[in-house]
């Protein structure tokens, strides 16, 4: 008999087979078998939610020795296919708020790729070390080192001593003093922009003493249907790359390229996008050197972006800060969308009148320096703002309105939500569809479910609405779900899929800036379709399926790939449900978000506000489709059980009796 997902010679197909298991507090290794958990929970987020479900005991602290951090990649990664460098971290995340609980973060790069020719499809550690670490994977075999020369080193650093060390081509990823010191938004860092940064996952290699993991592999994933995967590959890549009549990039400053030259660079293996810009001999200052770094995603907000915040750093200036944050280990994102605001705002209103002493001026590139630096060391005030706004308004008991503006839930802020940061007003009422992907997620949802308020937001600029509602009918069933006439009908089915669209990428998985691939210019009624060397036409939102399915070998049905989504879902709110305590008030904790009509920090001024009655009729209905009680929102017996988790169900409900 072959195993599913295994050639006759015992070689997997899409994954290697192998996930490396380490406890560090004892110093065990071992490995444990991958395909138990393919079929049914395909990899990345999927099988690190069933590992998560068997080990990860209620209640557990993120800084616990026995929480697990857990890094997975998918049957995807390490392939061909586009954006497939990616790997998902998961575990009880410091930055989730008002307690630590479990969830998930995504980096790009190739520090996956390496782990999969490395012969491991995930890493899971345990426990912790009682001294500084590292571990060092090479072609099957791992050790955990000393890094006693490595600790309180930056990112950049830390990385450059172990490419000398050890091999060139390795793939590293680490903590900086951000990690080393557990600030809550520290980051796990890959070369100088790939970072799984929400969550705070960089704090549990910090609290496990574990500095670096360290990659280097000379294998390969092998392919079931190896020319169907490679036409499928350069057709999505073709038509990706000619979805807007041009060949995408990321923004270039004209003057810093032609001061200091700059290249377009992917962020990730295998991507046929050039999102970020390589800027290279930028002086620094504030401290002396050259900066040469990669700018993309959230870091050009560094230099005060004219469109979100007024101060006047420059672009050199920001490039530094940007490159500073990396190598500290901060994430970026709650930086600039969260603390900084914040902070500026508590500035004006008199609450927080300097730093320490220092006066507060965001015009000036040595405070700036200056604060980053404070955060990572937790000194002074840096400490208060290393446990991130939620919990520092708490501590000092101030802006808890300006919190409230800046993060729906959870203890994430919010972006591209269409109620604030990045949308117009008159974006109502599509970001009912975002309020009901935040309400039952346990962080931000748009580190992979961007696919519908921000895809809508750039496609509206290029295609009429009607033309969005034709596409919106083909992949969620009616027109409604993108005709804003109907501001509360038919919204629940399009958070849904995404959700379960969002589960599919992240344990491929595959990048969310790419997919689903729903919307283009080069067709007639501007639905995404690839068309293959032997004429066979795949439809944009089933290309991850077609991917998946030549490089496996598996013969699941479309319906039944997306069954595993749906299981993954609901195995995720189990663990919220018996870990947690998770129930239905605590998902309508962001009612109060999308009902302020102002957004007290961002640039889109007065906002149109929900309709909590109606949004309520809402929830019943998001909760029936799921399958979930209506009064608490746990996920039924009835439904586990026909996803294919009776033993989750029975202990789930033993838990709840």
């Known amino acids: 008999m072959i195993a599913m997902g295994m050639n006759p010679k015992g070689s997997y197909y899409g994954w290697v087979g192998r996930i490396l298991r380490v406890d560090l507090g004892s110093g065990r290794i071992w490995s444990q078998d991958t395909m138990p958990y393919a079929k049914d929970f395909i990899g990345g987020r999927g099988i690190a939610a069933r590992i998560a479900w068997e080990e990860l005991k209620p209640g557990i602290d993120a800084f616990d020795p026995e929480n697990r951090l857990i890094f997975m990649t998918g049957p995807l990664t390490g392939t061909l296919a586009p954006s497939s460098g990616r790997i998902e971290v998961c575990g009880a995340a410091p930055q989730a708020y008002p307690k630590t609980h479990y969830t998930r973060s995504n980096m790009g790069g190739w520090f996956g790729s390496e782990l999969k020719y490395a012969g491991f499809d995930g890493i899971v550690i345990q426990g912790a070390s009682d001294r500084p670490v590292y571990l060092w994977i090479e072609d099957g075999k791992a050790e955990i080192l000393d890094a006693k020369e490595l600790w309180g080193r930056d990112t950049f650093s830390t990385q450059k001593y172990l490419l000398d060390r050890h091999d060139r081509n390795a793939q590293i990823a680490c903590i900086g003093p951000a990690g080393e010191n557990l600030v809550r938004y520290a980051v796990v860092q890959s070369r100088t922009e790939n970072a799984a940064g929400q969550g705070g996952f960089g704090a549990v290699m910090g609290s496990k003493k574990l500095k670096a993991i360290a990659v280097r592999g000379t294998g390969g994933v092998r392919i079931a249907e190896p020319e169907r995967f490679f036409d499928l590959c350069i057709a999505t890549n073709r038509a990706l790359r000619t979805a807007r009549g041009r060949p995408p990039s990321g923004y270039r400053d004209p003057e810093m390229a032609r001061k200091y030259g700059a290249k377009s660079a992917a962020c990730s293996q295998a991507c046929p996008m050039d999102c970020g810009i390589v800027y290279t001999n930028v002086p620094g200052k504030v401290n002396r050197g050259i900066q040469k770094t990669r700018i993309q995603c959230v870091a050009p907000l560094f230099a005060g972006a004219e469109r979100f915040y007024d101060w006047k750093i420059g672009r050199e200036a920001g490039t530094e800060l940007s490159a500073l944050a990396n190598k500290l280990g901060l994430n970026h994102w709650v930086l600039l969308l969260g603390v900084v605001p914040w902070l500026r705002e508590c500035h004006r209103r008199g609450l927080i009148k300097d730093l320490d002493g220092g006066p507060i001026d965001f015009d000036n590139p040595r405070f700036w320096t200056n604060l980053l630096e404070k955060i990572s060391q937790k000194e002074g005030i840096g400490k208060i703002l290393a446990e991130d706004v939620p919990r520092a308004s708490e501590i000092l008991k101030i802006g808890e309105d300006v919190m409230k503006s800046l993060y729906p839930a959870y203890g994430f802020p919010g972006h591209w939500d269409g109620h604030g940061d990045k949308v117009n007003p008159a974006f109502f009422p599509l970001w009912i569809v975002s309020a009901l992907q935040w309400f039952t997620d346990t962080r931000d949802p748009f580190s992979s479910g961007h696919g519908y308020t921000s895809w809508l937001a750039s496609w509206s600029r290029i295609l009429p609405w009607d033309r969005l509602a034709g596409v919106g009918e083909k992949v969620y069933g009616s027109r409604k779900s993108i005709d804003p006439s109907y501001p509360y009908e038919y919204k629940a089915q399009p958070a849904i899929w995404e959700q379960n669209e969002s589960v599919l990428k992240d344990s491929l998985p595959l990048c969310d800036n790419l997919f689903p691939f729903l919307y283009t210019t080069q067709t007639e009624d501007n639905y995404a379709r690839v068309m293959l060397s032997s004429g066979e036409v795949v439809e944009g939102k089933s290309i991850g399926y077609h991917l998946f ?109």
């Open 549 to 657: 399915q030549a490089a496996t070998g598996l013969k699941l049905d479309e319906a039944e790939f997306r069954r595993c989504a749906e299981r993954i879902f609901n195995l995720e709110r189990a663990i919220d449900v018996r870990n947690y305590s998770r129930r239905r008030e605590d998902d309508l904790k962001i009612i109060p978000y999308f009902e302020t009509p102002e957004n007290i920090i961002g640039p889109s001024g007065r906002l149109e506000s929900l309709d909590r009655k109606a949004f309520l009729k809402l929830v019943d209905e998001y909760y029936e489709l799921r399958g979930w009680d209506l009064e608490t929102g746990i996920p039924t017996k009835h439904k586990l059980e026909e996803l294919g988790l009776k033993d989750v169900a029975e202990e789930l409900h033993r838990s709840l009796s």
